[in-house]
């Protein structure tokens, strides 16, 4: 098993066209062995929309609610499962997003439709579709994307923001300008 709590390990190369992508059966599952998500994102003239994973952090979280049925037996506490968070691209700029979860400072309620499973167009793969309250926005600038505020002939110490704002709801994502959802 890859101690993943060393550096190097922390990240894997990716070669379009020949790495693998991680499975279990059917369902795709992220190097942790966690499912994936999913979501598309295109305008209605764009030919095919391009789909976008979604990497689901997920705790266990104890509840001591007793299940329908057991009244009256003993039972141990049960284990729930937590969405704390949601790793993504911006589909504009192509930078990391995190989006927290509701019980999270400042967080979102996300949904995982466990019961909204898509086939990949990409690599046939199932993955659930996922829905984030509220907007989403990338805060991203170029010279944190490049690494130099003077990157694609900008002058020195300027930089330009990505500011994209939408939204995700069951599995596609669209565009918030000026307050209209497009």
Known sequence: MTDFTKFENQFQKHTVGKSQQNRKGQMAVNDFGRPEAMFVYGKAQDAAPTEFTVDIDMA??????????????????????????AQ???????????????????GKEITVHWDQMVQSENDGLMRPTISIDGVLKCDYYDY????????????????MRCGWQGG???????????????
């Open 60 to 85: 266990e979280v104890r509840t001591d609610q007793i299940s329908n049925g057991r009244e009256g037996m003993y039972q141990p506490a049960n284990y729930d499962v937590d969405i704390v968070g």
């Open 88 to 106: 993504f691209l911006c589909p504009c700029c192509y930078s990391p997003l995190y989006v927290k979860g509701k019980n999270m400072p400042d």
């Open 144 to 159: 944190e994307i490049v690494g130099s505020g003077a990157a694609g002939g900008q002058s020195k110490g300027m930089s």
């Open 168 to 182: 995700v709801i069951r599995g596609r994502m669209f565009d918030h300008k000026g307050g209209l959802i497009l």
